[in-house]
């Protein structure tokens, strides 16, 4: 367990956020400490809670009840539908979390689920995300989308961008970018200090030689033996279709994926109620749950906190190694 609390922003107010921080809340707390940063009026009727002045009382408050760090915010919740109103409250409990992990008074940030389109039609929202917006606050310019699991760890080397133009977007300058960034993560936060690290080829078989395309033989395979030269421990381009049964994942720490789907789909397929989303690259640690917001079953108490549970502890022990680094 760190010294430090663990910073839970509320995300958006309609959707599942303020239940599974309850649910999360009654599950870890006397494992871990954090504080959950919203308008308390947004929590579930019978949740217990407790409102603090600053970060450091949620240790004390921590198992009796859940430490609010309160925001205010316009109006009231209605479960499954988004106010415009209530997107400056959203973005602005991102920033307090970012702020007080950038200060040391919060351990990691660990961020429940926003809508995009309620931001910007209501506090003209200009990133694309959450990722983006957090890389801004701490004046980064490039960070990584890790999803892991205990089962798994991958990395897509290009993210919301289509299919048709990933062979374009898949640069050796991003390739390169992305596995260094990967690879000092698992070092400083996941106390790894030399990651075996795989990267899976773009094309059917890796390429075959070119029969199936040349990317593998002409971007990941030189940008692989650059790395490997540098002393990085890391094979590829593999194909992905054998990367990933359980004797294949016993060889790496991580698989960085060509593209989005390529890594998604086998975490989500082996472990999609426990995976967790993690920022590499920010100054600070921040780790969210693996699901949207749920407008379709908010406020009906059925929505599962498996994720924010996994994405708590992920923060809890990525700081606890941070800090002994």
Same mark, same amino acid.
């Given at each position: 367990?760190?010294?430090?609390?663990?910073?839970?922003?509320?995300?958006?107010?309609?959707?599942?956020?303020?239940?599974?921080?309850?649910?999360?809340?009654? /599950?870890?707390?006397?494992?871990?400490? @954090?504080?959950?940063?919203?308008?308390?009026?947004?929590?579930?009727?019978?949740?217990?809670?407790? /409102?603090?002045?600053?970060?450091?009382?949620?240790?004390?408050?921590?198992?009796?009840?859940?430490?609010?760090?309160?925001?205010?915010?316009?109006?009231?919740?209605?479960?499954?539908?988004?106010?415009?109103?209530?997107?400056?409250?959203?973005?602005?409990?991102?920033?307090?979390?970012?702020? @007080? %992990?950038?200060?040391?008074?919060?351990? +990691?940030?660990?961020?429940?689920?926003? =809508?995009?389109?309620?931001?910007?039609? #209501?506090? #003209?929202?200009? *990133?694309?995300?959450?990722?983006? *917006?957090?890389?801004? @606050?701490?004046?980064?310019?490039?960070?990584?989308?890790?999803?892991?699991?205990?089962?798994?760890?991958?990395?897509?080397?290009?993210?919301?961008?289509?299919?048709?133009?990933?062979?374009?977007?898949?640069?050796?300058?991003?390739?390169?970018?992305?596995?260094?960034?990967?690879?000092?993560?698992?070092?400083?936060?996941?106390?790894?200090?030399?990651?075996?690290?795989?990267?899976?080829? @773009? =094309?059917?078989?890796?390429?075959?030689?070119?029969?199936?395309?040349?990317?593998?033989?002409?971007?990941?395979?030189?940008?692989?033996?650059?790395?490997? +030269?540098?002393?990085? =421990?890391?094979?590829?381009?593999?194909?992905?279709?054998?990367?990933?049964?359980?004797? %294949?994942?016993?060889? *790496?720490?991580?698989?960085?994926?060509? *593209?989005?789907?390529?890594?998604?789909?086998?975490?989500?397929?082996?472990?999609?109620?426990?995976?967790?989303?993690?920022?590499?690259?920010?100054?600070?640690?921040?780790?969210?749950?693996?699901?949207?917001?749920?407008?379709?079953?908010?406020?009906?108490?059925? +929505?599962?906190?498996?994720?924010?549970?996994?994405?708590?502890?992920?923060?809890?022990?990525?700081?606890?190694?941070?800090?002994?680094?």
């Amino acid at each position: 367990m760190t010294k430090a609390p663990i910073a839970l922003t509320v995300g958006e107010p309609a959707g599942i956020g303020p239940e599974i921080a309850a649910m999360a809340w009654k /599950e870890l707390r006397h494992e871990l400490v @954090l504080f959950w940063i919203g308008d308390p009026r947004h929590l579930p009727d019978g949740a217990i809670w407790w /409102e603090i002045d600053k970060p450091c009382a949620a240790a004390e408050t921590m198992p009796d009840a859940l430490p609010v760090l309160p925001l205010g915010f316009d109006g009231k919740r209605t479960p499954g539908t988004p106010s415009k109103a209530q997107a400056q409250g959203v973005v602005d409990s991102i920033s307090r979390a970012a702020n @007080l %992990a950038m200060s040391g008074e919060a351990a +990691a940030i660990c961020t429940c689920p926003i =809508n995009k389109k309620a931001l910007i039609d #209501g506090a #003209g929202f200009s *990133y694309p995300g959450h990722t983006e *917006y957090l890389a801004s @606050l701490a004046g980064v310019d490039r960070v990584v989308m890790m999803l892991a699991s205990d089962q798994l760890r991958v990395v897509p080397a290009t993210i919301h961008v289509p299919l048709s133009a990933v062979p374009d977007a898949l640069t050796p300058q991003l390739l390169e970018e992305t596995i260094r960034i990967t690879r000092d993560g698992l070092r400083r936060d996941f106390g790894l200090e030399n990651p075996k690290i795989a990267v899976a080829g @773009l =094309n059917p078989h890796a390429g075959e030689g070119g029969a199936m395309g040349h990317e593998d033989a002409t971007i990941i395979a030189p940008t692989v033996a650059k790395l490997a +030269a540098d002393g990085l =421990n890391i094979t590829g381009p593999l194909p992905a279709d054998t990367m990933f049964h359980a004797k %294949a994942r016993q060889k *790496y720490d991580v698989a960085i994926c060509a *593209y989005h789907d390529q890594a998604l789909i086998p975490i989500k397929t082996l472990d999609f109620d426990r995976g967790v989303n993690v920022t590499l690259g920010l100054p600070f640690i921040r780790t969210s749950p693996d699901h949207g917001t749920a407008f379709d079953i908010a406020g009906k108490g059925i +929505a599962n906190p498996s994720s924010l549970i996994e994405a708590l502890r992920l923060a809890d022990r990525m700081a606890v190694a941070r800090g002994a680094s």
